[in-house]
């Protein structure tokens, strides 16, 4: 919303006082204290998915692309707002599947990460809508707290 992101959900509310269910990102920085759970591959970035199939083995969807954090490091801006990639992360196995449809637009993409070789991330995230217009509000503040002011519960 005008270069603030809002995020919620289970891995959060520890850290927020009773009756906030949202926290106020500033511009610049995706999400403070990545979650295991976030896909933070940012998809719908043209530069990126180009470069990404560029890689894929499949000339048709579904595209699998292997790659690592450090390669997502280096190419995506978006990435980078993650922090740093750093030696321990920098060679994780990241697989992005990318269903594209007919118009060639993404649809479907599912991104596995390797926090530990044993048991791998998957997040799932669908794309519909492309080309409509979007109504977005920002939570109400009463619900909304600033990043800053959150514990690390």
């Not at 669908?126 to 979007?134: C, E, H, N």
Request: hydrophobic share 30%.
């Amino acid at each position: 919303m005008r270069g603030t992101a809002y995020t919620s959900g289970k891995e959060y509310e520890s850290g927020l006082a009773p009756g906030r269910k949202w926290i106020r990102v500033p511009k610049g920085s995706p999400i403070s204290g990545r979650s295991e759970g976030s896909i933070n591959v940012n998809v719908p970035d043209p530069a990126l998915l180009r470069t990404l199939l560029a890689r894929s083995r499949s000339r048709t969807s579904p595209y699998r692309i292997e790659t690592t954090y450090g390669r997502l490091h280096r190419l995506s801006p978006w990435f980078r707002g993650w922090g740093p990639a750093g030696e321990v992360f920098a060679d994780r196995r990241v697989v992005i599947t990318v269903h594209a449809g007919a118009d060639g637009l993404p649809r479907r993409v599912i991104v596995t990460q390797y926090f530990r070789e044993t048991s791998p991330t998957i997040t799932e995230v669908r794309f519909t809508g492309w080309g409509t217009k979007a109504g977005i509000n920002a939570p109400r503040g009463g619900s909304v707290v600033d990043v800053s002011e959150c514990s690390s519960g």
